[in-house]
């Protein structure tokens, strides 16, 4: 969010009084002579009671609602939005890695939910929301299958079975399964970490 001009004006007010301070505070104290001493003041828009609970509140609707789950990120803010109505909250809000006291608590949560995330990947309210998500349409799967995938520069390797890796006219490095011919890049963005 950028910043006001009426909050920059007082953010240039406030550095001026806190360096003439400092100044006046270093000439008087004895010991300090010589010394310079800088400090930076920073406003910002305090957050409203009960917002800091909002990750652990989104969280637990991820976990118990399917419709809840299936809203846009958008929507998940304007809701938040909605019941804060004084507090800017960002778009991106969703988006932002959460702090570690919260990763905590929401890991208790998924545990006690038997809904296991890896919260190192999982480290936003966006890919929670993907990561639960995909737990959910997978208990819901008629067919799974677990399989060791194995990059090499030659050959991608599923199981047991190499692929060989060959470049197509494009450029692009491909396996041949059967008549279909798959992108290596695509494949293992597909089998990597949640975006």
């Known amino acids: 969010?950028?910043?006001?001009?009426?909050?920059?004006a007082l953010q240039l007010e406030a550095d001026k009084k806190v360096s003439e301070f400092l100044r006046a505070y270093v000439e008087r104290t004895p010991g300090a002579a010589g010394l310079g001493a800088t400090a930076q003041v920073r406003f910002y828009?305090?957050?409203?009671?009960?917002?800091?609970?909002?990750p652990i509140q989104v969280v637990d609707s991820l976990i118990t609602s399917k419709e809840y789950r299936s809203r846009t990120n958008k929507q998940i803010v304007a809701g938040i939005q909605a019941r804060f109505p004084s507090f800017h909250v960002e778009e991106g809000y969703l988006d932002r890695p959460l702090p570690k006291y919260l990763l905590r608590e929401i890991q208790g949560m998924l545990g006690r939910n038997e809904t296991p995330l890896d919260l190192k990947t999982y480290n936003t309210l966006s890919k929670i929301k993907k990561g639960l998500t995909g737990q959910a349409l997978r208990r819901k799967a008629n067919r799974s299958v677990s399989v060791t995938v194995t990059f090499t520069p030659e050959a991608v390797v599923i199981g047991d079975r190499p692929y060989k890796i060959f470049t197509s006219d494009k450029g692009y490095k491909r396996i041949a399964v059967g008549d279909q011919k798959l992108r290596v890049d695509v494949l293992e963005a597909l089998l990597g970490k949640p975006s």
Do not use: L, Q, T
């Open 45 to 54: 828009k305090k957050r409203p009671k009960g917002f800091s609970r909002v």
């Open 1 to 8: 969010m950028p910043v006001s001009e009426a909050r920059r």
